[in-house]
C-alpha cells in the first residue's frame, strides 16, 4: 500500500530528503553511474523523483522533482526524469511505496543474456523467487514502461533487457535495499555459472523457506529469555 498522504507538506519534504539519501548511497555501492538511473517514493497522490540529468552521487533534496499520479510537475525547477511513466506506472499497478531504476553492473549485464535469472539463494524469495527479464524496449517509452510494469506481476523485482534493473518497496528506503540485493544475487548466479551450472532452488525448496521464516518468525526482533 502507498504511504499516506502528507496533505501539510505538497513539495514532500522528508520524501526529497530520503530520496537524495538513497541515490547517493546506490551511487557509492556502484550500482549508478554519472545521470543513469532514477529514484522515487510516493506519497498519497504526489510522487517526489530524481530529475533527468542530474549526477546521482551528488543529489541534494532540493533538486527533486515532485509531481501528481497524472504525471504534473508540482514542486521543483527541473523536470522529472524520462523514465516518470515507468515510475507512475509502478505505483499505479502494484501499489508500492519507493521504486528504484538502476544500471547496476551484474544486474544489466545477465539483462543482456537471460530470459530470466533463476532463484538461486533463498535470499531471492524477498524479490519473489526468479527474478525476470522484460523484453527490450527504447528507454524512455510507454512500451518499456508497460514492459517492465508486466514483468513485475508478483515480484518486488525484474530486469529489463539490455537495460538495468527495477525494484520496488513500500518505501525507497526499501525499494534501495531491494536494488542492493537484486545485484547481490545477480552476482552470485555470474560467479556460479562460471563454476558450472548453478542449481535453482525448487518450489518445494522455496515453499520450506517461507514456511521456516514464518515458524520462526524470520527478521522480527525477539526479547531474550527471561525478559518481557
Not at 27 to 37: H, R
Request: net charge negative; hydrophobic share 40%; charged share 20%.
Amino acid at each position: 500500500m502507498a504511504p499516506a498522504s502528507t496533505a501539510n507538506d505538497p513539495t514532500l519534504e522528508r520524501e526529497r530528503e530520503r530520496i537524495a539519501a538513497s541515490a547517493r548511497l546506490l551511487a557509492s555501492e556502484g550500482l549508478v553511474l554519472g545521470t543513469s538511473g532514477n529514484v522515487s517514493e510516493r506519497s498519497g497522490e504526489l510522487v517526489a523523483i530524481t530529475p533527468t540529468g542530474a549526477v546521482l552521487a551528488e543529489l541534494e533534496p532540493g533538486q527533486i522533482a515532485v509531481v501528481d499520479m497524472e504525471g504534473t510537475q508540482v514542486h521543483g525547477e527541473l523536470a522529472p526524469t524520462s523514465e516518470l511513466d515507468l515510475h507512475l506506472g509502478i505505483y499505479s499497478r502494484h501499489g508500492a511505496g519507493g521504486v528504484v531504476h538502476t544500471h547496476s553492473p551484474m544486474a544489466t549485464a545477465l539483462s543482456c543474456v537471460l530470459d530470466e535469472v533463476p532463484c538461486v539463494h533463498y535470499s531471492m524469495l524477498l524479490l519473489g523467487g526468479a527474478v525476470p527479464v522484460s523484453p527490450y524496449e527504447t528507454f524512455g517509452t510507454p512500451e518499456l514502461a508497460a514492459g517492465v510494469i508486466d514483468s513485475l506481476e508478483g515480484r518486488t523485482a525484474a530486469l529489463m533487457a539490455n537495460h538495468g534493473a527495477v525494484t520496488h518497496a513500500g518505501d525507497v528506503e526499501q525499494a534501495t535495499e531491494l536494488a542492493l540485493l537484486l545485484e547481490w544475487a545477480c552476482g552470485v548466479y555470474w560467479h556460479a555459472q562460471a563454476v558450472g551450472p548453478p542449481r535453482a532452488l525448487s518450489a518445494d525448496d522455496q515453499q520450506a523457506v517461507i514456511t521456516a521464516a514464518l515458524e520462526r518468525g524470520y527478521g522480527k526482533t525477539k526479547p531474550a529469555e527471561g525478559e518481557s
